[in-house]
């Protein structure tokens, strides 16, 4: 079994108010690293002073965008214990996202222990105001000195964290959503089911364009045929339409939401089916024209659910459920939050403890 081996920190820092966390301002006193290389591997696993990363200027990933991520977090429960959120479905995507990008993958008992580890040494560090969480993000890229485009022969995993607020800090509010026309994230064969910075980075150009013409994020469109519904910003999309639960299927260019397969689950204890099928921007179009449109909302790891409450397209606004919170999504973000918080059962098994130190 591999050692972890653990560094305390010298100089602890003062933690931030809890009330004040924002998202990626702060991050606690330590972090995991652990190096690969072809010869052995992954190796020298550690958790140590939080600092910064030393990288040369010709590292891979600086030139080739060799880099994968995961986000997840862990959250206070009532009764003061700290516990992750079906911390194994990440281990296994970001392997899946470090195959496609050439990366090594880490054997799953390592990368589940490396993170309870890490997190059981910054346990301190998961606030306990309502809605606020410790935000994990590990993440790895090929840290090889090289400029010629191969397989990669040495690579860097990192994990580090962040207490972050709650998403909705005044509530959970709808937002106004536009269907991107010009731009697309991904294409079938391509990288849009891995969880890799390149993705995001393509996303920013139709996301400052939304922002300027008043909408808070983006609903992309397939690259093939520019017709279907794949994401909305950076979390996977779900609707509400007459009386039936649909979202576009994995199609290969779609990010495999862990929160979207947690929800369908959750769904089908409950006797209520979700169709997994392509969905035709002018089908949602008719549908909220029509008023079949009851509910949508983003769902992801940040928010858990964000309710769309306008959607435009080609110069065409509509307004979904009168622009308030949905009874479904509402519910459906409760009973999510509830496990995730430790606040109500956990039928599925999909919490992990985190023991106390």
């Known amino acids: 079994m591999t050692e972890i081996k653990i560094t305390r920190t010298g100089h602890p820092q003062q ?10 301002k702060y991050y606690s006193d330590h972090m995991f690293i652990m190096d690969y290389t072809a010869d052995e591997g992954w190796h020298n696993a550690r958790i140590v002073p939080f600092g910064n990363l030393s990288l040369h200027p010709a590292a891979v990933v600086l030139h080739y965008a060799t880099e994968v991520f995961e986000g997840l977090k862990a959250y206070r429960r009532p009764d003061g214990g700290v516990q992750l959120f079906r911390p194994t479905e990440n281990v296994k995507r970001l392997n899946n996202s470090a195959r496609r990008m050439g990366l090594p993958a880490i054997d799953e008992e390592l990368s589940l222990r490396a993170l309870t580890t890490f997190v059981q040494v910054e346990q301190d560090w998961v606030p ?7 935000y994990l993000r590990p993440f790895m890229y090929a840290s090889e000195v090289n400029l010629a485009l191969h397989t990669i022969k040495e690579a860097t995993y990192v994990i ?19 269907i991107e026309d010009r731009d697309v994230r991904a294409v079938r064969g391509g990288t849009g089911e891995a969880k890799c910075g390149g993705n995001y980075a393509a996303s920013n150009r139709a996301g400052e364009h939304a922002e300027e013409l008043g909408y808070s994020q983006v609903l992309w469109l397939d690259g093939v045929e520019r017709k279907y519904i794949e994401e909305v910003g950076a979390m996977n999309v779900m609707f509400k339409i007459d009386g039936k639960i649909v979202t576009p299927k994995l199609t290969g260019s779609i990010l495999p939401g862990i929160t979207r ?10 006797g209520i089916a979700v169709e997994e099928r392509l969905v035709n921007a002018e089908e949602l179009f ?3 024209q029509s ?6 909302w983003g769902i ?15 110069g065409r606004e509509y307004t979904v459920g009168d622009g308030r919170i949905g009874k479904f999504s509402q519910e459906l973000y409760d009973a999510l939050s509830g496990i995730q918080w ?5 039928p599925f098994g999909w919490t992990v403890p985190i023991p106390t130190k």
């Open 160 to 178: 580090i964290a962040s207490p972050v607020a709650s998403y909705f800090p005044d509530g959970m509010k709808p937002v106004k959503i536009m």
């Open 300 to 314: 992801g790891t940040a928010a858990i659910i964000s309710p769309i409450g306008w959607l435009a397209f080609e």
């Open 128 to 134: 306990s105001a309502p809605g606020t969480s410790l």
């Open 15 to 24: 933690k931030p108010n809890q009330n004040h966390l924002g998202f990626g």
């Open 286 to 288: 008719a549908a909220a």
């Open 261 to 270: 397969k947690s929800a369908i689950e959750l769904l089908a204890s409950r």
């Open 291 to 296: 008023g079949k449109l009851e509910e949508a």
């Open 342 to 346: 430790g606040k109500t059962p956990d």
